[in-house]
């Protein structure tokens, strides 16, 4: 399994940005995607997350800013950042709760990160 992810950079505060992240390899299904982020010295911590079925979970954090959003053809998930915030400085990482070989097994799995940074 692969998690390609694109769409991180540097932008000024109040600014917006778009994640995306494309999911391929030995994948019967994939139940959950999302995006975790972590701050430099800070655990990671979930930022939304979405089901096949479009259910959407999102932290307090991003709540009112962020929308999550998936595209189940391609395998992929979007998240639109509004609003940024010094704060949002992280590393996002991707992320999929799958089945595979038929649905006989789930499995998670984490893409490498895309660095955010929001100037002040």
């Known amino acids: 399994v692969q998690l390609q992810a694109s769409g991180g950079g540097l932008v000024q505060a109040g600014g917006s940005l778009r994640l995306s992240c494309a999911a391929s390899?030995?994948?019967?299904?994939?139940?959950?995607m999302g995006w975790f982020r972590q701050a430099p010295g800070k655990q990671r911590e979930l930022v939304a997350t979405?089901?096949?079925?479009?259910?959407?979970n999102y932290a307090n954090s991003a709540k009112g800013r962020f929308t999550i959003s998936r595209d189940n053809a391609k395998k992929t998930v979007y998240l639109q950042m509004n609003s940024l915030k010094p704060e949002d400085t992280a590393v996002y990482y991707c992320?999929?709760?799958?089945?595979?070989?038929?649905?006989?097994?789930?499995?998670?799995?984490w893409g490498q990160g895309t660095q955010v940074t929001v100037s002040s």
């Open positions: 992320y999929v709760l799958y089945s595979g070989n038929g649905g006989t097994y789930n499995r998670e799995y």
């Open positions: 390899g030995s994948i019967f299904s994939i139940n959950v």
């Open positions: 979405i089901t096949s079925g479009g259910n959407t």
